[in-house]
């Protein structure tokens, strides 16, 4: 299952999941980590090769983890990108009830994470429109002891969406620090992928956290802001918003869409990365011509 390994005490552990169409992302948001850490990276890609009916899911290329490794590497030799076929855990047990909805099913790979052995107890769990912006040593680095999970709330859902009334309580599942030992031990996963399976909801692997997480923290929006960039941004995530002027609408500009960052969100904080993006991106399709 593993086709990299070598993982250190000392290092910043990263999971991102999907199939081949997260690419862009992930070497976006892979480079925005790199520039805010010292520390040896440990980059883990889950993701799967799979037939739903007409729908084709091609994996992450191995030559794209290849090439990441081969980059991490040169600004830390302790660091790595490692790929993980969850192709047999997903077939074995996949979520039935929302296989047909229009959220894509490697969207709840990362509830397979607790069935890799070999996926360290503390992990980063990261979508792949999410860019790093400050040093996330101190969110990564949080006392865990006896809680499943760390995130943010949903900047929208925390209002509609709650498991106490009065209490806010419903997190963004894109920016997660995750205790697989605590979540091992709870069965949170496999309850949430019995969910995904019996029940069609709304953003499934998304609920079927927060309403059978029994322990998490809760961190300020810095660590993954979902509307705009402030100051204080640590992480940002570039996920559909709404907009009212001149007129009520939703945007959606991802990271990779750098025209689109510019022109639309008049965003110009993270064009270091872009052009670096560009220029290995360039590379990497070369050498793999």
């Given at each position: 299952?593993?086709?990299?390994?070598?993982?250190?005490?000392?290092?910043?552990?990263?999971?991102?999941?999907?199939?081949?169409?997260?690419?862009?992302?992930?070497?976006?948001?892979?480079?925005?980590?790199?520039?805010?850490?010292?520390?040896?990276?440990?980059?883990?890609?889950?993701?799967?090769?799979?037939?739903?009916?007409?729908?084709?899911?091609?994996?992450?290329?191995?030559?794209?983890?290849?090439?990441?490794?081969?980059?991490?590497?040169?600004?830390?030799?302790?660091?790595?990108?490692?790929?993980?076929?969850?192709?047999?855990?997903?077939?074995?047990?996949?979520?039935?009830?929302?296989?047909?909805?229009?959220?894509?099913?490697?969207?709840?790979?990362?509830?397979?994470?607790?069935?890799?052995?070999?996926?360290?107890?503390?992990?980063?769990?990261?979508?792949?429109?999410?860019?790093?912006?400050?040093?996330?040593?101190?969110?990564?680095?949080?006392?865990?002891?006896?809680?499943?999970?760390?995130?943010?709330?949903?900047?929208?859902?925390?209002?509609?969406?709650?498991?106490?009334?009065?209490?806010?309580?419903?997190?963004?599942?894109g920016v997660l620090?995750?205790?697989?030992?605590?979540?091992?031990?709870?069965?949170?996963?496999?309850?949430?992928?019995?969910?995904?399976?019996?029940?069609?909801?709304?953003?499934?692997?998304?609920?079927?956290?927060?309403?059978?997480?029994?322990?998490?923290?809760?961190?300020?929006?810095?660590?993954?802001?979902?509307?705009?960039?402030?100051?204080?941004?640590?992480?940002?995530?570039?996920?559909?918003?709404?907009?009212?002027?001149?007129?009520?609408?939703?945007?959606?500009?991802?990271?990779?869409?750098?025209?689109?960052?510019?022109?639309?969100?008049?965003?110009?904080?993270?064009?270091?990365?872009?052009?670096?993006y560009t220029d290995?991106?360039?590379?990497?399709?070369?050498?793999?011509?």
């Open positions: 299952m593993m086709e990299n390994d070598g993982l250190s005490e000392n290092c910043i552990n990263v999971l991102y999941c999907g199939d081949r169409n997260i690419e862009d992302g992930l070497v976006i948001s892979v480079l925005s980590l790199m520039k805010h850490t010292a520390e040896p990276l440990h980059i883990f890609v889950m993701t799967m090769d799979l037939t739903l009916g007409e729908r084709q899911i091609a994996p992450v290329s191995q030559g794209t983890v290849r090439y990441l490794d081969s980059y991490v590497k040169k600004q830390n030799c302790g660091s790595s990108v490692t790929r993980i076929d969850a192709t047999g855990l997903f077939r074995a047990e996949p979520p039935q009830a929302n296989l047909e909805t229009r959220f894509t099913p490697c969207c709840m790979l990362r509830l397979f994470a607790d069935q890799v052995p070999e996926l360290p107890e503390r992990i980063l769990y990261l979508d792949n429109d999410v860019v790093c912006r400050q040093d996330y040593a101190d969110f990564y680095h949080q006392d865990m002891e006896g809680c499943e999970l760390a995130g943010v709330l949903d900047y929208y859902g925390k209002w509609v969406f709650r498991n106490r009334p009065l209490h806010m309580d419903y997190v963004n599942s620090l995750l205790n697989l030992a605590q979540i091992r031990e709870t069965g949170l996963f496999a309850r949430c992928r019995a969910m995904c399976r019996d029940k069609q909801m709304f953003m499934p692997d998304q609920s079927a956290i927060n309403k059978l997480t029994r322990s998490k923290r809760l961190w300020g929006r810095a660590y993954n802001e979902q509307r705009k960039l402030h100051r204080n941004t640590v992480f940002q995530h570039f996920t559909t918003s709404f907009r009212f002027f001149p007129w009520i609408h939703t945007l959606t500009v991802k990271p990779w869409q750098i025209d689109h960052m510019h022109k639309k969100l008049k965003l110009h904080e993270y064009d270091d990365i872009l052009q670096e290995i991106t360039a590379t990497m399709k070369g050498s793999l011509l």
